[in-house]
């Protein structure tokens, strides 16, 4: 259902609302039962007032007013314009549960269940199981949601065209789920029957004897042994995984699922990255022995599931022969912490999926509690390792993992090291995202796999995308940035597409033409390149000059005096910002630098290409042994508006090895060196400014630096002492990449 409720997401409208109000309600309602009995009308009113909606939200106003053949003749257009997009490949079965709906109403029928088999009766296997993820849904979710909507508008006499929309939306969601929902099960069983061969609970050997559990899905029409594509996970979700499998027979493989050892039945404790390295080697190896694969084993699967291909690779079993890795996590790396810092957004993950055989989604989707126990804890000033005693709930994992703040042999276990990497000779394709979290992961594997194998066959493929974007397809909107038409690929549809190309000499997809293939954002425009060095021709080094009079620093292509200097105080005893969480988005109307040094870069003069890594030196002096930075790198539109395009987060004493912490030296001048690991590409327009904030971590939802030089775990608010004292001198700079075609191209004026 997650995956499900995601993609009933995405396909949200493709364009604004203006303001406009509706009258509406025609008669006073004092509940929200009277309220939603008259939303009908209220998408009468809407189509009256307007005829140029666009086709999905006619579709769904007509749905609502019960026009059900017109809104199948919108859902017609909305397919004919998915079409004519970079990712046509669903359009034939894009708005397909609202058509069965509207089918089933038009013929009468008190069941839906006549009406959805003629529809995938009319299916192939890929269309099939690329339609049914979105047949379900958390209807009291959605019980909730259009509840809140109705709440909203109680007492009101008119409503925004917006809220409007919502509103239809929500109700058009539910009356449609409400009727689909119990015809599915019967659906889904007789269409499986049809299709495929499914096996499941299978017993899997894996590593040191345990036994692991699984599930088999092969496609009816296959006459010969096909190779195996698997997915090795820890999200003990049957349906999710169920729905992976049934893809890729679909696509004439056999899909295979493997959960983690302790997971779905598999007997044994839980611990999440330890083990799955041996076992996913192990389970490989039983798949190529049977009758009904040729021998060839490629591994596919996003974020976590990444890290399993990468976890197998490390053993290199003989019938892997390729890797499709998408949103990759990297243990030590990028999760739990980044830079070495622990963040506290991945404290609820081991609850979810260590407390039991399946997945405990009630204790992760408990937000209040999360939000919760990280207010109490940055009020309180605890240790970060007292997080399990605050919530009241012990959480051994996450303990386990605070005893290893340095890359060690710990984490170093889990995923390839040295020539380990050197030995992974098979083609690996890695997909990310320029708002993908997982993206440091991505570029860890990346870096490391072609510096100890140079001329390996490792692809990469990047662009305006989110986490979920392999799962539920492209968004059109990612953190408030709105995608260019050209970004909007189907990567679900790619992931086979690329199996095809290894497995059975199709050609190569067409996206995948370089060594690092990405989107330049602002300028709807694919690149290839044979390296991320390649992505650029000009390091721009700017210098963070000191501010004049207050105010925000400049970012100058010459250095100041050396011995200037930009003065930053952190008193880390104030709680008194316990309020404060950073932006959930990337594109921002003003930028808030929560205590942070703001530089900023004179405009370009003409537009430029800003693609690659950006990295710097940070020269200073310091009265503390120890920091945790954040650098991050905006662009300033010309209209103000900020966008966020890359970061660097890390611990000031692990900045020159990941494993051995080297504390700083209190008064003495001392540089610092870093290296973004979020790829990015984008066009800068005539007028845009860079913006870089230097900012030292002091919030909620991350671990607490004091600066003590004591393990940071077990810091408290009594090693915050005096307030922390930086000096920021004149040779700290920015390298930033750029691809300019002549000289005006990457100019900027004379700073300020």
């Not at 009265?623 to 103000?640: H, I, P, Q, W």
Request: net charge neutral; with cysteine; aromatic share 10%.
């Amino acid at each position: 259902m997650r995956k499900a409720w995601l993609l009933a997401c995405c396909l949200a409208y493709s364009s604004l609302a203006t303001a406009q109000e509706t009258a509406w309600p025609s008669r006073a309602a004092a509940a929200t039962a009277a309220l939603e009995a008259q939303a009908p009308d209220l998408a009468r009113k809407l189509l009256s007032e307007r005829a140029d909606w666009e086709p999905a939200q006619r579709m769904r106003l007509q749905l609502a007013a019960d026009r059900y053949r017109e809104a199948t003749e919108s859902i017609r257009a909305a397919r004919e314009q998915r079409a004519s997009t970079a990712a046509p490949v669903d359009a034939k079965t894009l708005f397909l549960q609202y058509e069965i709906y509207a089918d089933a109403k038009l013929r009468g029928e008190p069941s839906l269940l006549p009406s959805l088999r003629r529809g995938f009766a009319a299916l192939g296997d890929r269309e099939a199981a690329r339609a049914l993820p979105a047949f379900g849904a958390d209807l009291p979710r959605a019980r909730n949601d259009l509840d809140a909507a109705l709440t909203r508008q109680l007492g009101k006499k008119s409503i925004a065209q917006a809220d409007a929309l919502e509103l239809v939306r929500l109700f058009v969601f539910h009356k449609v789920y409400a009727a689909l929902l119990p015809a599915m099960p019967t659906l889904i069983a007789e269409d499986e029957t049809r299709r495929y061969e499914i096996q499941r609970d299978v017993v899997v050997p894996g590593a040191d004897g345990a036994s692991l559990r699984g599930l088999v899905v092969r496609p009816k029409s296959a006459r010969d042994a096909q190779p195996a594509l698997l997915g090795f996970t820890i999200y003990a979700n049957g349906d999710w995984s169920l729905s992976d499998a049934k893809a890729a027979a679909a696509h004439g493989y056999v899909g295979v699922a493997v959960y983690s050892r302790g997971k779905a039945g598999s007997p044994g404790p839980i611990a999440p990255y330890e083990h799955d390295g041996a076992d996913a080697a192990a389970a490989i190896a039983w798949i190529a022995r049977q009758p009904w694969c040729d021998g060839r084993v490629g591994m596919y699967g996003n974020s976590y599931n990444s890290f399993t291909q990468w976890a197998a690779a490390k053993h290199r079993p003989p019938a892997l022969k390729a890797m499709m890795t998408s949103a990759s996590t990297a243990p030590g790396i990028d999760v739990p912490m980044q830079g070495n810092v622990f963040l506290n957004f991945l404290y609820p993950w081991p609850l979810w999926t260590a407390n039991n055989a399946t997945l405990d989604g009630d204790s992760y989707g408990d937000q209040a509690r999360w939000q919760r126990l990280d207010r109490t804890w940055y009020e309180s000033g605890r240790a970060y390792r007292d997080l399990p005693r605050i919530d009241g709930t012990p959480n051994p994992v996450y303990s386990r993992w605070l005893q290893h703040p340095g890359y060690d042999a710990y984490w170093q276990a889990m995923t390839p090291q040295g020539d380990e990497f050197a030995r992974i000779d098979i083609p690996v394709l890695a997909v990310t995202g320029y708002f993908d979290g997982g993206r440091v992961g991505v570029q860890h594997y990346y870096d490391e796999h072609l510096r100890h194998r140079p001329n390996a066959d490792h692809t990469l493929l990047i662009g305006p995308w989110g986490h979920f974007a392999m799962q539920t397809g492209v968004a059109r909107f990612v953190e408030g940035y709105q995608v260019d038409p050209s970004a909007l690929i189907d990567l679900p549809e790619l992931r086979y597409q690329w199996f095809d190309h290894v497995f059975r000499g199709a050609p190569k997809p067409e996206p995948l033409r370089g060594r690092v293939n990405y989107q330049v954002m602002g300028a709807d425009a694919w690149k290839h390149a044979p390296s991320i060095e390649a992505m650029a021709n000009e390091r721009l080094r700017l210098y963070l000059q000191p501010a004049s009079g207050g105010g925000e620093g400049a970012l100058a292509e010459q250095a100041p005096a050396r011995d200037a200097f930009s003065a930053q105080n952190v008193d880390f005893a104030d709680r008194s910002d316990v309020d404060w969480t950073s932006p959930t988005e990337s594109l921002l109307d003003k930028l808030d630098p929560h205590g942070g040094l703001v530089f900023a870069s004179a405009p370009f003069a003409a537009p430029v290409e800003l693609s690659g890594l950006f990295s710097g030196r940070l020269d200073f002096t310091t009265n503390k042994r120890d920091m945790d930075l954040t650098v991050s790198l905006y662009e300033r539109m010309a209209d103000g508006r900020y966008l966020l395009l890359a970061w660097h987060l890390g611990r000031a004493s692990y900045a020159k090895d990941r494993n051995r912490r080297e504390l700083l030296k209190p008064g003495k001048r001392q540089s610092l060196d870093f290296r973004s690991e979020r790829l990015v590409s984008r066009r800068l327009q005539a007028g845009s400014r860079l913006v870089i904030v230097l900012a030292l971590n002091k919030q909620r939802d991350m671990q607490i630096n004091y600066g003590s030089g004591k393990d940071v775990s077990d810091e408290t608010v009594a090693d915050a002492g005096e307030p922390m004292r930086l000096r920021w001198y004149g040779d700290s700079h920015i390298d930033v990449p750029l691809m300019r075609a002549g000289e005006a191209a990457a100019s900027i004026g004379a700073a300020r």
